[in-house]
Every structure is written in C-alpha cells, then in structure tokens.
C-alpha cells in the first residue's frame, strides 16, 4: 500500500484531512443504515426495471481501439429520454457488456473510457440526467454545485436517486441492444460489469446492491461516501455545494442517509474494485476509503497517491490499475462467457 504523500497545493485546507497513514482511512466505518434504506431502494429499483427503455442505437460515430462507436438514447424512469454512447466489437462476438458512469461534469464524449477492461465488449455510457449534452433535461442544473442539490429536499425528489435509476435503465437498454448479455444469467452467470469513476463510483455503490445483472465493479474515488463525515470536511468539489446547504437546513441530513454511497456498500456482495486516493481536494480520501471498508463481498484494493489532482507518477499508477482492472474483470466476468 502507498504511504501517504506531501503535495504542494493552494488549497486553503488539507486535501488530505489529516489522515497522515493508510490503516486510519482503512478504519472509516459507514453509517448505520435508516430502518426502510432497503425497501426504499428496492422500490425504486423495481420501478426502473419496470421501465421499457426503447433504446435507439445511431450511426457510428468513430472507429478505435476494434471498436464501433454509436450514438445511443434510451427511456429512463420519469419517461425521461437520455443519450450516450454504445462501442461494439468491430469483428467477433460480444462475450461481455459493461455500463461505465461518468465524473461529475458529464460526458461530452466517450474518451478515455473506452477500450472496456476485456476484448469481446459492448459497453454503454450513458449521460445521466442533466449531465453533458446527451443528458440534458428541462429544469435540472447541469452544473456540478447546482445539480447535487436537485430535490434535495425530500429522499424522493432528491435528482441522486433517479441518476442511479438512470444507470439501470441503461443496463436494460445495453441488453435490449445485445439479446445475448440478457441471457447470460441463463448460459454461466451474469456478465455484466460496471465502472464508475467520482460521481460514477458513488452511483454505483447506491445502484449495484439491488441489481442481479451485474457480475463485478470497480469504483474509482467514489463520493457519497459517509455523509456526515463529509459535511465535516471542506472540499473543493460538489460536497461543497451539500455542505453550505446543510448549514441553513440541518434536515437535509436525513435525506443524505438514504444516499450514502458507504451504507449502501454495505449490501454490495459482487466482487468490487476500489480506487482510492490519499490526497484528494474534490471528493475527501476518508469518503473515498469508507466505501471501499464498506463492502459486503469480495474486494480489492488499490491505493492512488492522488484524485482529482495531477502529480507526478499518476500516469504510472494509471497505467498499473488498467492493468489490474484488466485482470480482476478477467476473472469474475470471464468464467461466465
């Protein structure tokens, strides 16, 4: 595991928040779940799946890396129409599917997610609702600090909540797409897998603990991570924008306990991936570490010097965790194809 690092930085706080060695990010615990947090995200998740999403699939827009590259909308729930992106194999079957969130900020093209981390992929990568130009809807910031704070009031209203609805809808427009990965749950196991970097990663420990379809993740500094740790801790990312809320309406933090990306960590059994940083000025490492702690199945664990910063070696330890991912999706997913 790295040590923790000293980086110069002009932030008026300490990216790393005081937690000068591994093992105390490894004892970040996760909030004690509301008594319905279950029922409420099965609820939902039964309305998603509930959705046909009509998935429309474009032309091909670019050519690499062996891959075709369509434009893509689908329905998500709301009847609210989204856009992405769907990479095909260019030759030979598609053994595998993924569904790749996006940072905060949205999408504006499919860049450096593609390649998927196995050969033989059809991988979506949907906007979600109000994020980057396929994502846009009527009356929904598409500004970070806006966006996290839309309906916010009420846990059902709350924008996070149909977001990681959106990540359903467009698994089931991916297998609608590709009959053959709805029936993998038939022919060896589920296929599906899932990345999410940031905001992607704290989507997807709310989304994955309720979705059967999905054989594997990793998450990439996840945020969502503790909420009451992290409206404790100045940021220079969206927690920024929930924290200055919170300061004029306290009650907001019985919405945030049905969205915390840790306490919903502690339902996701399917083999998991973590990315996270020790010194991070957009999403606070503790967050970051306390969903990794979290997990209820199997999980592994690779510590980045930083997130959301540039530094020196970052291209190496990019560079070591594609090739990690590449193996660990290898041997959950690849049994099954």
Not at 38 to 56: G, K, S
Not at 101 to 115: A, E, K, S, V, W
Not at 231 to 260: K, M, N, Q
Not at 314 to 325: I, K, P, S, T, V
Request: charged share 20%; proline share 9%.
């Amino acid at each position: 595991m790295a040590s923790s690092v000293a980086l110069s930085h002009d932030f008026p706080f300490d990216p790393a928040y005081g937690y000068d060695a591994p093992d105390a990010l490894l004892s970040v615990p996760a909030p004690p779940a509301p008594d319905d947090f279950d029922a409420f995200w099965r609820e939902r998740y039964a309305r998603a799946r509930a959705v046909d999403p009509r998935p429309v699939l474009g032309p091909v827009e670019e050519e690499r890396d062996g891959l075709r590259v369509h434009g893509v909308a689908f329905t998500s729930v709301g009847g609210v129409r989204l856009g992405g992106w769907l990479a095909l194999p260019a030759e030979g079957p598609v053994r595998y599917g993924f569904v790749v969130g996006h940072g905060y900020g949205g999408r504006q093209q499919p860049g450096r997610d593609l390649p998927a981390p196995l050969p033989g992929a059809a991988t979506i990568l949907p906007c979600v609702r109000g994020m980057g130009e396929r994502g846009r809807v009527a009356g929904i910031p598409d500004v970070a600090d806006a966006h996290v704070l839309h309906g916010i009031g009420s846990r059902t209203s709350y924008v996070i909540g149909d977001c990681a609805a959106d990540l359903w809808c467009a698994a089931s427009a991916l297998t609608a797409l590709v009959p053959e990965l709805a029936s993998a749950g038939l022919t060896g196991g589920p296929r599906l897998g899932y990345l999410g970097e940031s905001f992607g990663g704290g989507l997807g420990a709310l989304a994955l603990p309720w979705d059967d379809r999905f054989g594997a993740a990793q998450f990439t500094v996840p945020t969502f991570g503790n909420h009451p740790l992290r409206l404790t801790l100045p940021c220079a990312g969206s927690g920024e924008a929930v924290r200055a809320h919170h300061r004029g309406h306290a009650e907001v933090t019985e919405v945030l306990r049905y969205f915390d990306a840790a306490t919903a960590a502690t339902r996701l059994t399917l083999p998991t991936l973590v990315a996270a940083a020790l010194f991070d000025p957009s999403v606070p490492p503790p967050g970051q570490f306390a969903v990794h702690n979290a997990l209820a199945g199997e999980r592994e664990l690779q510590v980045l010097t930083a997130g959301h910063f540039a530094y020196r070696g970052m291209a190496a330890e990019a560079a070591e965790l594609d090739a990690r991912r590449t193996r660990f999706f290898g041997e959950r997913l690849g049994a099954a194809a």
